[in-house]
């Protein structure tokens, strides 16, 4: 069964560093999206992307967030200036269709961003 | 504030059927309701999705009333397996826009 995937599965940094996380869509997938867990709270929706655009976003996906798929392949989420309060699991969904039409979003095993 | 609430827990025995409702009172009219499961350290994982009335697959059962301001998850004969936390995610409608919204999450802990 194909599958989404995450790296890395776990990132350690430093409060103001930029990080990027990464996420490999299922190949013929065209919808793209990203959540935040924190630590014991339920999953929330930052972010979705078709077509080369963001299509909505959350309050969360501030000026500090992009998301990005330079090569058309690889989906990212940039943080440019990390906070403590980003610390949390990051997860990357994709979909084939997106509103308005039957869909599943699948999603990736996370990146555990933790920010010290 | 539009809010998509669930039971915090439920406890259910094997064998039985359990039953999880989703409350959306500012649901987009026109997208789908999909409810996931997840498990500790892992992403959410699909269950079912649909738009109204009654929707069924291999693993549940999905029941959306006429107004669609909420809907509920029905999990027959459950079994130690089914253990973990479940979300609905709704299309909410703020303002004009729609954004995605997870439920806040039931942990469904299943009793041998």
């Known amino acids: 069964e194909p599958e989404v995937t995450q790296t890395p599965s776990h990132q350690v940094t430093q409060m103001g560093q930029e990080v990027i996380l990464r996420c490999v869509p299922i190949?013929?997938?065209?919808?793209f999206y990203w959540y935040r867990q924190i630590l014991g709270q339920k999953v929330e929706f930052l972010v979705s992307f078709y077509n080369n655009e963001i299509s909505e976003k959350s309050e969360i996906f501030d000026d500090q967030f992009s998301v990005e798929r330079p090569d058309g392949s690889n989906f990212t989420l940039k943080i440019r200036s990390t906070k403590l309060e980003d610390s949390a699991m990051y997860f990357c969904a994709t979909a084939l269709r997106g509103f308005g039409e039957p869909y599943e979003q699948y999603f990736g095993p996370g990146t555990r961003l933790t920010v010290t | 504030l539009a809010k998509t609430t669930q039971p915090i827990s439920m406890d259910s025995y094997e064998g039985q059927e359990v039953n999880i409702t989703c409350s959306h009172n500012n649901i987009a009219t026109n997208d789908y309701i999909t409810w996931y499961q997840q498990f500790p350290s892992q992403g959410p994982r699909f269950i079912i999705q649909?738009?109204?009335t009654k929707v069924t697959n291999e693993v549940a059962s999905l029941f959306i009333p006429a107004d669609r301001k909420s809907s509920t998850l029905s999990l027959p004969r459950v079994s130690l397996s089914d253990t973990a936390v479940y979300y609905c995610l709704v299309p909410i409608s703020n303002f004009g826009n729609e954004k995605l919204t997870f439920g806040t999450g039931t942990r469904l802990t299943i009793i041998p």
């Open positions: 190949s013929n997938h065209l919808y």
């Open positions: 649909g738009y109204k």
